[in-house]
C-alpha cells in the first residue's frame, strides 16, 4: 500500500512529462487531498492549514488529547523529482496509524499518546526560494517578511496565499500549532538520498545529526552589449564572472572535508546568444555538519566571488535566504529506534549523519526530533530515477511500529523522562 500510494502521489505534477509539485499550487492541492483522503480512510481525522500541510490525527480510546507523537515528512517536491523523497515517510505514518491507532488497537492496549502524521508542505523550497514552509508554519516560525518573497514567476508567497484563499497575516502571524511540551516526539522516517546504506547492504539506517544549510541568492551585474562588436577587454560580462565563481565555489568545497556546495539556479539575462550577459543570478546551497566549518566556508565562497567581481569590474549581490544550523537528533529518540531494530532486527543500526535538510530541523525547534532513513538504490534522489526496495519499506514499516511501541512502554513506566522539551539544536 506504501509504494503503491507513493506511485499515485508520484503522478500529480505541476507540468506534464515529470514531476514537479511546488506548494500552493493547484498540483499540491490535489495531492492534499488525495493524502487527507488515505488518513481519513485509515481512522484519522484530517486537516489542511492555509500553507497546505495536511495533519491526521488519531486519539486511542480512554481519549488521551496530549501528548502526541508527530510522524511526518513532506509531499512536495524539487522540479522533476523521484516519488519518495518525502511521500515516504507520510504515507509509512499513515500505515503505522491504520496498524496501531485503529481502535481497539489490534497490537497493545491503548496507546499512552495520540498521532499525528504531518505531511509537510514547502519542504524544498522550490518556490519562494523558502524551504521548510510547512514545518515553518507549524513551528510558528514565518516571520512577515517571508510574504514578499517571489517565485520564478514573480508571484509572491502573500498574494499565492491570498489566491488560495487565506489572510496572508494570519499565516506569518499563526504561532505554533502545538503547545510546548505538547509533541512527546517527531520522527521522520525518510530515504537517505546517498549511498551509505545502499553500498553497506542494509535497508535502513538511524540518524544522528542533520548537517547545517547556508542558501544565498547571489547576482553580479555587467554590462550587456552587442557580442559582435565589443571587443574582449572592454566587456564586463556577468557571465564569466558567474563561470569563475561557480568553479571557485566547487574549489572551496573540494578543499574542505566534509563540504558540500552546489550553484543549481542560474539565470542569464537578458539571455540571448548575440548579447553579452548583463545580469546573472544564481544559488548557493552549502552545508556542513559543523555550524563553524559551515560558517567559514560561507565567508571564504564570498569572499572569493566579491574578488573576482572586482576583477572583472561587475557589481555584486548576495543575498541571505536561509541558514539552518545543523540539528542533532534527541537521544531518547534514537535509542527508541535502535531498541525496536534490536527487537525487529536483531541488531543496531548504522548511524548515518544527514546531508540533506529535513522538516526535523525545524520540528526540533519545538520538539524533541529523530530521523530513519530507508536505503536509496544507487544513492539516487531529486531524480525521476529515485528508488526504494519493496521489502526495505516493510522493513522500515516494523520499526516504526515498534518503536512507537517502545516509546509507549517508556512512557507507561515513567522512563521517558517526562514532558518533551524543545531540543535537538546543537
Ligand atoms: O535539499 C535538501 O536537502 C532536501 O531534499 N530538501
Ligand atoms: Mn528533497
Ligand atoms: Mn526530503
Known sequence: MVLARCVELGQISEEPGFLSRRPLTSAARHAERLVASWMRDAGGQATVDPVGNVTGRWRPSGAVTVPVIVIGSHIDTVRNAGRYDGPLGVLLGIALAETLATPPSPMFPPLPFGIDVVAFAGEEGARFSLPFLGSRMVAGDLPAELLARLDTDGVSFGQALGEAGHDPESVVGHGPSYAPGDILLYLEPHIEQGPVLDVAGEAVGVVTAIAGQTRRRVTLTGRANHAGTTPMRLRADALGGAAEAVLATEHVARQTPGLF??????????????????????????????????????????????????????????????????????????AAVQEASRRTLGTELREVVSGAGHDAMVMATIAPVGMFFVRSPGGISHHPDESVIESDVAVALGLLVETVRVVAERVRSGDWEGTADAGGRE
Open 261 to 334: 556546495a552546489t550553484v543549481g539556479e542560474l539565470k542569464v539575462m537578458p539571455g540571448s546568444a548575440n548579447v553579452i550577459p548583463g545580469e546573472v543570478a544564481f544559488s548557493l546551497d552549502v552545508r556542513h555538519e559543523a555550524e563553524t566549518v559551515l560558517h567559514e566556508a560561507v565567508g571564504t565562497i564570498i569572499d572569493a566571488i566579491r574578488s573576482i567581481a572586482e576583477s572583472r569590474g561587475l557589481g555584486v549581490d548576495v543575498d541571505g535566504v536561509m541558514d539552518v544550523a545543523p540539528v542533532a537528533c534527541d537521544p531518547r529518540v534514537t
